[in-house]
């Protein structure tokens, strides 16, 4: 049976990228993000292996929504790469109270939502492979860059809510993870980059095959793991 991965932020970037790599292998996909057309576009891919949903994932009720959906078609799945999210860099003083709290509530509350909705879904026997939860942070928990700290500090605590809540899930097979990408070229990174910051970033196809090869390690192998991309800009 191929794997059945929920995947977030299935509409552009990384989380599209994801996706696309997982279908060409044969696996199935269950694709979420707000906008449609993408999402239409990429069940076309495979229609009888992907399913999606809009979905804005800061929302408990679409969230719930969207787990039923899923549920209707896969009652089991192997687990989810979350890869929604959002960024912006903005000096202590020019961020509002209302963007920092946007901030958290996309990379952050997000992923707890829909990883906590997604729990009957990762139940299976003992012997069955680990389920996976795989959640996007960023190369910003490891490096300190000026001007990100409303960014820096929900990737902080998506490596807070990864950790604990592996050392709570691992008892039951299910084992949660990070993914740390340098500069991936985005959608995200081509809004907030100049291009020439963008010289050495990651294709995302790249980024795509070592989230996928994370994610093999853990379901197949039994290592939790945990990779960090370092761009050139950073090690100088
Ligand atoms: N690119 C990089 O260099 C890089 C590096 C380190 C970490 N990251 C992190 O990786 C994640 C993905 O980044 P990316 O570069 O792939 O960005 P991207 O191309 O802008 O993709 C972001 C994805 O998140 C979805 N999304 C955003 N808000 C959402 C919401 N409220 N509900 C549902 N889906 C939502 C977007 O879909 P819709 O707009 O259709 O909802 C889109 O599919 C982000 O958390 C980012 O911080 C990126």
Not at 181 to 202: D, H, K
């Amino acid at each position: 049976m191929p794997d059945c991965i929920v995947i977030t932020g299935a509409s552009s970037g990384i989380g599209r990228s994801v996706a696309e790599a997982h279908i060409r292998r044969g696996g199935e996909v269950f694709a979420l993000a707000r906008r449609q057309e993408p999402l239409r576009a990429l069940a076309a891919l495979a229609p009888e292996r992907v399913r999606w949903q809009g979905c804005d994932l800061t929302h408990p009720a679409m969230v719930e929504a969207a787990v039923r959906a899923l549920a209707a078609w896969r009652p089991a799945i192997a687990g989810a790469i979350h890869c929604a999210g959002d960024f912006f860099a903005r000096s202590i003083s020019s961020t509002t109270p209302e963007e920092f709290t946007r901030m958290w509530q996309v990379n952050v509350f997000s992923k707890f939502l829909l990883t906590r909705a997604l729990l009957p879904l990762l139940a299976a026997p003992a012997a069955a492979s680990p389920r996976v939860v795989l959640y996007t942070a960023s190369l910003a928990v490891h490096h300190d860059f000026p001007d990100e700290s409303a960014y820096a500090s929900a990737m902080h605590a998506i490596l807070g809510l990864a950790r604990t809540q592996d050392a709570e899930l691992c008892p039951q097979g299910i084992r949660v993870a990070v993914l740390s990408p340098g500069l991936v070229r985005t959608e995200l990174t081509e809004r907030s980059f100049p291009p020439g910051i963008l010289r050495n970033a990651m294709p995302p196809e790249q980024m795509a095959a070592s989230a996928l090869y994370q994610w093999d390690v853990i379901r197949h192998r039994g290592y939790i793991a945990e990779l960090l991309h370092v761009h050139s800009e950073v090690r100088e």
